[in-house]
């Protein structure tokens, strides 16, 4: 049982990447998901989150340039990232959250995509 990140990278400012958030061993559709960045050393921030109803909010920061979705039928959620800056340089993980999601599955972490822009 994991969430699992991948499309991380190195890109140059302006550039796009969309990550992926998926659930391995468990099916997350009743899960809502969030997605958090953190740069070493610093606070984690929480940067987008869609509701087991489709719901969706964004940060300020990450707001008309980053869009979150999912598809239940493949348990996963992305986040499409686009024109990014260098101060979105982080490392993004994903999480399980909300009041249907099973307490088996709550609060479940995935282990992190690195995302660079330089």
């Known amino acids: 049982v994991q969430l699992v990140e991948s499309g991380g990278g190195l890109v140059q400012p302006g550039e796009s990447l969309s990550l992926s958030c998926t659930a391995v061993?468990?099916?997350?559709?009743?899960?809502?998901i969030e997605w958090y960045r953190q740069v070493t050393g610093m606070q984690r921030e929480w940067v987008s989150s869609?509701?087991?109803?489709?719901?969706?909010y964004h940060a300020d920061s990450v707001k008309g340039r980053f869009t979150i979705s999912r598809d239940k039928a493949r348990d996963t959620v992305y986040l499409q990232m686009n024109n990014l800056k260098p101060e979105d340089t982080a490392m993004y993980s994903c999480?399980?959250?909300?009041?249907?999601?099973?307490?088996?599955?709550?609060?479940?972490w995935g282990q992190g995509t690195q995302v660079t822009v330089s």
């Open positions: 999480k399980t959250a909300g009041p249907y999601c099973s307490n088996r599955y709550l609060d479940l």
């Open positions: 869609i509701r087991r109803s489709g719901t969706i």
């Open positions: 061993g468990f099916t997350s559709k009743n899960c809502d």
